[in-house]
């Protein structure tokens, strides 16, 4: 980065019980954004163009995963920054608050295994041209790991028909070569969902944890190229 | 008064809870329990007299926070 030029900001939202947050404070400056936290209680997002809700257990994932930090005066302002067209990254339990304040369409039940998955998966990227992915391309493999016990995405089938035909899946767990699989499901998502996106193309909502895979050092830099993509976007 | 809020998923979404619960029930002989679905109970205390005025509002609150309506239904019951 060159001397004197302003490196993107980003708002990473910490909620209490929060536990990627400075995972994914670090995993910014990683990729050449500058990493702001922003605290739950606040009522704007300092100044920055992107945001993150990052992973953990809000509010002890109390009432449903999400549900609680949905309504943290953060949100109001979050929700703002997303209807002017700000991006929107949602990893994990910022995935599962997208979905609870209607940022994004569905629900979250329990895996259907009814246990927490903490494992490396393959997500095959669904869209082309996406801001938010980057240079990623369709048909595409990435290894990431997720960690959830509710990342069972449903939806009633009217919506899971929109959708699909809205191109709104960003990411799909796969079988190691991209093939669609019950087996490489790991939690019984419909449609083996992992990642939405809105219709205007700036909220992305994920399962899998793109922060924990900004470096090869930590298992592979697979998560790299959305984290840059968001702070590109910023 | 004391208000009852019942959460449950809806009927035509899958509680894989409920049917671990009803597989172990079956494990223990009770076999003739065919389904189990796992809901919530919230008791809330709410002041105010008037009955339909209460109940109005906690329905409210149970379409903006309690319940998430895209899997759940709610039921409010007031004494």
Redesign the interface.
């Known amino acids: 980065m060159s001397a004197g030029r302003r490196r993107p900001r980003v708002a990473v939202v910490i909620f209490p019980g929060s536990n990627c947050d400075r995972d994914t404070l670090v995993a910014v400056e990683e990729v050449g954004g500058e990493a702001v936290p922003v605290w739950h209680q606040d009522v704007n997002l300092a100044g920055c163009g992107a945001v993150i809700l990052p992973g953990g257990f809000s509010y002890g994932d109390y009432?449903?995963a999400g549900?609680?930090a949905?309504?943290s005066p953060v949100m109001a302002a979050v929700r703002r920054h997303a209807e002017e067209g700000g991006p929107v990254l949602g990893i994990c339990n910022g995935f599962q608050m997208l979905?609870?304040i209607g940022l994004l369409p569905?629900?979250m039940?329990?895996?259907?295994?009814?246990r927490f998955i903490c494992r490396d998966v393959h997500l095959r990227v669904e869209r082309d041209g996406m801001p938010l992915l980057g240079h990623l391309r369709r048909g595409q493999v990435l290894r990431l790991p997720i960690a959830h016990k509710e990342g069972n995405w449903?939806?009633?089938p009217e919506?899971v028909r929109e959708v699909e035909s809205a191109g709104a899946v960003a990411l799909r767990y796969c079988a190691p070569d991209g093939r669609l699989d019950d087996g490489a499901n790991p939690n019984?998502a419909l449609n083996a969902i992992a990642g939405l996106v809105n219709a205007a193309g700036n909220v992305l909502g994920l399962m899998p944890h793109p922060e924990r895979r900004v470096r090869s050092l930590v298992g592979g830099e697979d998560g790299a190229a959305l984290m840059r993509a968001l702070v590109e976007a910023a | 008064m004391q208000v009852e809020v019942r959460v449950k998923?809806k009927q035509?979404?899958?509680d894989?809870?409920g049917e671990?619960i009803r597989r172990v029930l079956a494990g223990l002989g009770y076999s003739e329990v065919e389904q189990v679905r796992v809901g919530k109970l919230m008791l809330l205390e709410v002041a105010g007299g008037d009955a339909k005025k209460v109940r109005t509002r906690v329905e409210e609150a149970c379409r903006e926070?309690?319940a998430?309506t895209?899997?759940e239904e709610f039921e409010v019951r007031l004494p």
């Open positions: 009432l449903r549900a609680m949905a309504h979905l609870e569905g629900a039940l329990m895996n259907r295994t009814l449903f939806a009633p919506v019984g | 998923l035509q979404v899958l894989p809870q671990a926070v309690l998430n895209v899997i």
